[in-house]
């Protein structure tokens, strides 16, 4: 349970409504037992009348209808202070979240796959709302509920007291340590077969093409199926050990009310102790195991949750790939950079850029052109710092970008990646993410700039026009052209290209890159394309080789 537990700031933020759930839950369980041992003391009364029994009716109806009444509405607070809370837990776990992934990104953990990414970001964060929600909160109040019918019991029957206490307790506590032991590797099972059948979801999706082209559904298939059976058996086995518990509950449950019947009885005989009162008691007492059903209910699902706390404790714990240093140096004004005698591999072992050096002048444009997986995007990685190499120095004017916050490098430099989203929203909102101060006349620069403005004007929203999620109302050539002109709203000297035109057809792509010169005029600019450069395109092109090397085209 320590990866809950590791959330326990994000739980106290929201311990007053935590607190009156928890309360509701309490008054609707009380409601609930109170209102069962009163009917039940009154219809054995109003049974008994014949046989002297005096019963004030109108008092007994009047609890009934209140025990009910107060019974309902209390449900419904629990249910909707619950849920609100929840939401709001969840929301602010999400939010955690991702500020806390932002500095770690790109991760260092280059085996984690994308499906178990967003498995992550998703299933795991949803597994934690039956923490409070059906966990902690059905205990707490099973507890006090419990203590206040094990003092009734010792004052009219002190051995069903004992009897009864140690029941609820084995009910409330034991059970449920033990099954939340024995959930811990299920959970864990279920967690990561969970996560299993996203990713493959999202490769059989992704892949989709390229399994059909290459004959490969059937495998996609049975790693598909396999998750899933996975999942299933997991599934089975954390049921069957939920079952148990249930099983073991209502075993207690009749322990207790044996107990109570028993001894119940003996007063009955005895005198002390009248029918009424011992049928209110028996029916007091199997109400308040109500509670105790949610409990194993919701435990069972309690080793999923902490197997999904534990598996973003590892996310959020993950050192970041760079960090800013203690005390950044301030970054002086220019727009050249150079990469002097660097060495990179994500495995140091094979590095992809051997010994490299690169000078580039302020306002000048560079292009890098060479095979797949030489290196071109893992530069642009370097200059924006996303890595650090493991030898030799990146330079942005003239500093070294590692004694430099991350923030102001990345004002000085900006990056088209080959997989720049659209996002869903408008076309306003799409281009302020180069700059949320942008005024309507710079929105329009830029869109001139990357020749989309027309387009834009002929639409009848015009700025305010939606765009689908990942831009699927934009042809390819249109999206890239937006992604360019959020580039260019960015007051970056320096603007860094990796593969802008991937996706695009020839005629678009040539039309792409002879406006790039233009729309880019006085800015640094370093391209990473495959692409065939038209003239005037660029200053200079330099090929990237398989040895990680760079030498002229």
């Not at 590095?351 to 642009?380: D, Q």
Request: proline share 5%; charged share 20%; with cysteine.
């Amino acid at each position: 349970m320590s990866g809950i537990w590791y959330f326990r700031a994000l739980f106290r933020r929201h311990a007053p409504r935590l607190a009156l759930a928890l309360l509701l839950s309490l008054a609707a369980l009380a409601a609930g037992v109170a209102l069962l041992g009163v009917s039940g003391w009154f219809l054995t009364a109003t049974a008994l009348t014949a046989a002297a029994a005096s019963i004030n009716l109108f008092a007994a109806s009047s609890l009934i209808r209140g025990f009910s009444l107060a019974r309902i509405l209390a449900r419904y607070g629990e249910r909707l202070v619950g849920h609100d809370t929840t939401l709001r837990l969840l929301s602010d776990l999400r939010g955690w979240l991702f500020r806390t992934l932002f500095p770690r990104v790109p991760l260092a953990e280059r085996g984690l796959r994308h499906g178990d990414l967003v498995s992550r970001l998703t299933a795991d964060i949803d597994a934690l709302d039956t923490v409070f929600l059906v966990g902690l909160s059905p205990i707490l109040a099973a507890l006090a509920l419990g203590s206040a019918v094990a003092a009734g019991l010792f004052v009219l029957l002190p051995p069903a007291g004992f009897i009864y206490a140690a029941a609820l307790a084995g009910a409330t506590l034991g059970v449920p340590a033990v099954l939340i032991l024995a959930a811990r590797r299920p959970g864990r099972a279920i967690v990561a077969a969970s996560a299993e059948l996203r990713t493959a979801v999202l490769d059989g999706m992704d892949g989709h093409a390229d399994l059909v082209a290459f004959g490969a559904t059937q495998d996609a298939r049975r790693g598909f199926l396999a998750a899933a059976q996975a999942l299933g058996a997991g599934r089975r086995r954390l049921g069957g050990r939920g079952a148990l518990a249930a099983g073991a509950v209502q075993g207690l449950a009749a322990i207790a009310l044996t107990g109570v019947l028993v001894f119940g009885l003996k007063a009955l005989k005895a005198g002390t102790l009248d029918g009424p009162w011992l049928v209110g008691l028996l029916l007091a007492t199997l109400g308040s195991f109500e509670a105790t059903a949610a409990i194993v209910r919701s435990i069972a699902k309690l080793g999923t949750a902490a197997a999904a706390a534990e598996r973003l404790k590892a996310l959020a714990s993950a050192a970041p790939a760079v960090s800013d240093p203690a005390y950044p140096a301030p970054l002086p004004e220019g727009a050249d950079l150079a990469f002097e005698n660097v060495t990179f591999g994500h495995d140091p072992r094979r590095p992809v850029l051997r010994r490299l050096w690169l000078e580039v002048p302020a306002g000048s444009r560079i292009a890098l052109v060479g095979p797949s997986g030489a290196g071109k995007s893992t530069l642009l990685a370097l200059l924006l710092r996303l890595r650090d190499p493991q030898a030799g120095t990146v330079r942005v004017a003239g500093t070294d970008v590692r004694t430099i916050a991350q923030a102001d490098l990345h004002r000085r430099v900006a990056l088209l990646a080959q997989d720049a989203p659209v996002f869903l929203g408008t076309l306003r909102d799409n281009l302020r993410i180069g700059d949320p101060e942008a005024d309507d006349d710079r929105l329009w620069a830029a869109l001139g700039a990357a020749r989309l403005a027309d387009f834009v004007r002929a639409l009848p929203e015009g700025l305010d026009a939606r765009v689908g999620e990942t831009g699927r109302t934009l042809s390819a050539g249109q999206a890239r052209r937006l992604c360019l002109a959020r580039t260019l709203l960015s007051p970056a000297a320096i603007l860094a290209f990796d593969e802008p035109t991937s996706g695009l057809d020839r005629e678009t792509e040539l039309a792409f890159l002879a406006d790039l010169s233009a729309a880019t005029a006085g800015r640094t600019v370093l391209i990473a394309t495959h692409a065939g450069l038209p003239p005037g395109a660029v200053d200079r092109t330099l090929r990237l080789t398989e040895a990680g090397v760079l030498v002229a085209a």
